[in-house]
């Protein structure tokens, strides 16, 4: 059980997203960077997909009101254990009583929190990622709050105490942490209506940085930089729209769709980011730039593969790692 003795700014549960609904109009939603996600539950032998708890900017105080092992992948927000830093990207046991706590963000926007066991909540149409504009799912629909009590589902004595095993026999050891930079370049596919974009402004979604509004959030992140423009007026028909997927509304300003975006849009997409770099884009806080680079589809579909095959060697790694 974690007792919440302050929020942070926003921490919610999620997971890898709700799949199959979104043509009722209902969001995948789920975490904002899945690589980071992935490797905590890895850390604490769960199941890829089981819920961690996203911490946006400033973090929670916790205390453990059991004893747990977790793990903290992400961006660095400055994680310590009753007072003492606390390493990322590796499995910790945690003894009941404990307080974790969170800094100042060191580099990126987001942490992930995985326990062992992973958090009591119901599955909400397959999902237990929080829908926050529609209260739905996660920790009764919302973010936390101050006061709140999370149950873990329990683990046996036997899986606890052979995690702890596992830690003491890697405590010098760790997965390779996710390089997360202040101006990263990320890799972009010109997208459905690329074409429709006049010739000045389809250099410059290329050649130009742009800046992370603070009017962004888990929907999008809206860009400040030089302005987009169409050939001509064109008016389009809605269509769906993927995580990644960059839409220019008429005010020429870029949004990169993030985890809650929406179903569908109208707006004409310019590009879509490709899937390897949705962490490193998810990861940057307002004020920090980007500059994107065009890539092919085929050129998308092998960064993917390439990252799949780095996943499964970690997953392969940890194992034996557990068992030595």
Not at 133 to 148: I, M, P, T, V, Y
Not at 250 to 259: E, F, H, T, Y
Request: aromatic residues 8%.
């Amino acid at each position: 059980m974690l007792n919440i003795h302050k929020s942070g700014v926003q921490t919610s549960i999620q997971d890898l997203g709700r799949t199959g609904y979104q043509r009722y109009g209902v969001i995948a939603s789920g975490v904002a960077d899945p690589f980071a996600h992935r490797i905590a539950n890895l850390l604490v032998g769960n199941a890829e997909s089981s819920p961690t708890l996203e911490i946006a900017l400033s973090g929670p105080t916790i205390e453990f009101e059991a004893d747990h092992f977790i793990a903290i992948c992400g961006g660095d927000l400055s994680p310590s254990l009753d007072g003492q830093p606390l390493g990322m990207w590796r499995g910790h046991f945690v003894p009941k009583g404990s307080i974790l706590s969170f800094g100042e963000p060191k580099r990126g926007a987001r942490s992930y929190l995985a326990i062992a066991g992973s958090f009591d909540v119901p599955s909400v149409m397959g999902s237990y990622s929080t829908y926050l504009r529609a209260g739905l799912a996660g920790f009764n629909g919302r973010a936390l709050k101050n006061g709140d009590i999370l149950h873990i589902t329990p683990l046996s004595t036997e899986r606890l105490d052979a995690l702890v095993r596992s830690h003491d026999q890697t405590a010098d050891w760790l997965i390779p942490p996710a390089r997360y930079y202040p101006q990263p370049v990320i890799r972009m596919i010109p997208g459905r209506q690329f074409l429709l974009f006049n010739e000045e402004s389809r250099l410059h979604i290329f050649q130009e940085a742009f800046t992370i509004s603070v009017d962004s959030d888990r929907m999008g992140y809206r860009l400040e930089g030089p302005a987009l423009e169409l050939e001509k007026p064109n008016e389009l028909i809605s269509e769906a729209v993927a995580f990644g997927s960059v839409q220019v509304p008429a005010d020429g300003k870029p949004i990169v769709l993030l985890a809650d975006r929406q179903t569908t849009g109208g707006y004409p997409k310019i590009g879509q980011v490709a899937s390897v770099d949705l962490p490193l884009i998810s990861q940057l806080k307002p004020g920090e730039s980007l500059k994107f680079r065009e890539i092919t589809v085929d050129q998308a579909e092998q960064l993917y593969l390439k990252q799949e095959q780095q996943i499964q060697r970690l997953k392969i790694a940890i194992q034996v790692k557990r068992e030595e």
